[in-house]
Each structure stands twice: as C-alpha cells, then as structure tokens.
C-alpha cells in the first residue's frame, strides 16, 4: 500500500527527519534537505503525509526518490499515515526545528500548482531536480 523509497539497504544509525506534505516536491524543499544533511552529516528520513492532493504520496515519494537518487543524497522517503501534529514529552534526545534562511522561501508549493493549473511553465524552475518527469507523466499527461 505505502511506496518506499531508500537509497540503502536497511535505515541503520541516526537520521534527520522531515514531514511534509511535498505538493510537490520543490527547490525550497531540496535545498532545506540538501544543507541539513551537509550540516549534520546524517542520512535523511523524508516522511510524506499520506493526505488527499495533487498528487498522490507514492507520486511525491516517487518524487522525492529521483530527486535524491540524482543528487546522490542518503536516506529514505516513505508515505506516512496524515498526523494532526507532533507531541512529545520532556526532552527525549532529538528536537523540533524551523529551517529559516535557506534562501528558497520565495518558493511555494502553491505557487507551483497555481502555475500547473494556469497551464504556464514558470514551476520548472521551482520544482526539484527529478521532479519535472514525473510531474509531466502524472499531472499534465493526466491532463491532455
């Protein structure tokens, strides 16, 4: 039911995490990714909220496994069930962080949507490496 996606055998050792929806998968995305993972060192663990959209979350995580196969980046995007919100109690050994700065915040999922429906081209350059060809095979073939 749920698409996997891992660029290793099996998910070993500490990971940063991201949940998103990823509607779809763009440049302000990849880049928070991309810096963290320079930062810290770490595979990455992308979780895609399984919500009604676009596009379907296998489609995103579909996405997302291009874009870090291109890119060379380690870790795995998987399809998660929608949450209504994270919770935990005192510190339990890792923390919740808002990435500011990454320079892609002019950058918007919405934007990239309002585009695809004005049937106009401008979201190809927001979308992330990789993500072009599927958004074409799923979205505007779909669509012709």
């Given at each position: ?122 979201w190809k350059d927001m979308v992330a490496p990789g993500t072009e060809d599927i958004i074409h095979a799923y979205y505007l073939n779909k669509a012709e």
């Amino acid at each position: 039911m749920f698409k996997n996606y891992s660029t290793e055998e099996q998910a070993k050792g500490k990971h940063i995490m991201f949940l998103g929806r990823y509607v779809p998968f763009h440049k302000g995305h990849s880049g928070i990714i991309q810096s963290m993972q320079t930062q810290k060192g770490l595979p990455v663990l992308i979780l895609v909220r399984d919500t009604s959209e676009l596009f379907p979350a296998s489609v995103r995580v579909e996405m997302i496994g291009l874009w870090m196969k291109k890119e060379g980046i380690h870790g795995t995007a998987m399809v998660v069930p929608d949450v209504e919100g994270i919770y935990y109690g005192r510190d339990v050994g890792y923390k919740i962080e808002e990435i500011k700065g990454s320079g892609f915040e002019h950058i918007s999922a919405t934007s990239i949507r309002n585009s695809l429906n004005a049937g106009n081209e401008e979201w190809k350059d927001m979308v992330a490496p990789g993500t072009e060809d599927i958004i074409h095979a799923y979205y505007l073939n779909k669509a012709e």
